[in-house]
């Protein structure tokens, strides 16, 4: 069997001398436990270490033309294919300082001419079986981390399976979702990632994984609809003050949904906070006179906050059974004339910079007459 054969294979030494009758010396030792490649000097070294299959091992003179031993062995350390070849250091120069510059360059032993054959031989064979043990643990640790990241990402599917299933819930009690959920989501990213620069919200939007996690909650901001009873949610006029008291409700409904899922699986979920804060908060108004609480100015969550214009400019330029949409310049003037009331002020601007990437996206997942009359 190919394994059995692998398994059976001689590791294979390179041997690095310019003298001719080294080079004998050390292929007549090594050969019978050994499969033995030879260069005459560094530069051919190289060339024998990068081609077919590297060496196990390569034993480096340091006294040779062309390229010397310490200059042979900075090259195969600083190359990717090679660096892991242990080299041990087979020279005349005994010098403490000599050996100091072989380990020093990644050289892993040194032995001085003229060599014993018993202690060549025992030096080699303790080098590959560390050089076993590292490539067995470095073999496990790439299957280790591979298989961390393949569990990491099914935990991140099943998060976002999760969240699209439940948002996709509220989708079909509400005639007017459409794609609103998607835009909504690429809304809140595009703002998220224009507010990066500014210094109010850099602290909290400092990395991909934050925006990552608000895009991933967005569409959960109307969960709560699917507690709100019909005749309500799929009334195409204006609410009565009763009614709206009832519709209102959602933000709170939403919120306490997936406390109420949380608590079943009897851990509260990090992935779901800002899902929390953006169905609970995403009605409030800066001025304080939204709803549920009344929230005003930075006590209001900063992913609910960046929500409100999101969901406000969609419902504004988009059509109903009931409306046309509203021209996009409209809507920009409306969220405009909001600034300071309705939302944060400097939501309102960053939005401004990327008003036109907005239109793209509202282009982009344009509900369907198809979808409008579901």
């Known amino acids: 069997m190919a394994g059995e054969n692998t398994l059976l294979e001689k590791p294979?030494?390179?041997?690095?001398?310019?003298?001719?009758?080294?080079?004998?010396?050390?292929?007549?030792?090594?050969?019978?436990?050994y499969k033995v490649k030879i260069a005459n000097n560094g530069e051919r070294a190289l060339k024998v270490a990068m081609t077919?299959?590297?060496?196990?091992?390569?034993?480096?003179d340091i006294m040779m033309p062309v390229m010397d031993g310490y200059e042979a062995?900075?090259?195969?350390?600083?190359n990717p294919e090679t660096r892991d070849i242990p080299v041990i250091f087979l020279t005349a120069k005994a010098e403490v300082d000599d050996e100091m510059r072989g380990f020093e360059l990644g050289a892993v032993d040194y032995i001085t001419k003229p060599i014993s054959p018993p202690i060549v031989l025992a030096r080699v064979q303790t080098q590959l079986q560390l050089k076993k043990v590292r490539d067995y643990l470095r073999d496990q640790n790439e299957f280790l981390e591979a298989e961390v990241r393949r569990r990491t990402e099914e935990v991140v599917a099943i998060q976002e399976v999760t969240i699209l299933a439940m948002a996709s819930l509220a989708e079909t009690r509400d005639n007017d979702t459409g794609n609103h959920i998607r835009r909504t989501q690429w809304y809140i990213k595009t703002l998220a990632e224009n507010l990066r620069k500014n210094s109010r919200f850099s602290h909290f939007l400092d990395d991909d994984k934050t925006i990552d996690l608000i895009f991933k909650s967005a569409p959960l901001h109307d969960i709560g609809k699917v507690g709100i009873p019909d005749h309500i949610l799929l009334k195409p006029g204006r609410f009565t003050p009763e009614e709206f008291e009832i519709m209102k409700t959602h933000t709170t409904l939403g919120r306490d949904a997936i406390v109420a899922a949380e608590r079943r699986l009897g851990v509260e979920m990090p992935f779901l906070a800002f899902a929390k804060e953006i169905a609970y908060s995403h009605q409030e108004k800066w001025d304080g006179s939204g709803?549920?609480?009344?929230?005003?100015?930075?006590?209001?969550?900063?992913?609910?906050?960046?929500?409100?214009?999101a969901d406000v400019y969609d419902a504004l330029i988009c059509r109903r059974v009931y409306k046309e949409g509203m021209p996009h310049e409209k809507a920009v003037a409306i969220i405009t004339e909001g600034r300071g009331s309705h939302f944060d002020p400097d939501i309102v601007d960053a939005f401004l910079e990327c008003a036109d990437e907005f239109r793209k996206i509202a282009k982009l997942y344009e509900d369907t007459d198809e979808e409008l009359a579901r």
């Open 12 to 33: 294979t030494v390179l041997v690095v001398d310019d003298t001719p009758d080294n080079l004998t010396l050390m292929s007549g030792l090594l050969k019978d436990k």
């Open 52 to 60: 077919g299959t590297p060496p196990d091992i390569i034993l480096l």
């Open 73 to 78: 062995c900075r090259h195969l350390k600083e």
């Open 291 to 309: 709803y549920p609480e009344g929230l005003s100015g930075d006590d209001i969550p900063i992913s609910g906050r960046l929500m409100a214009v």
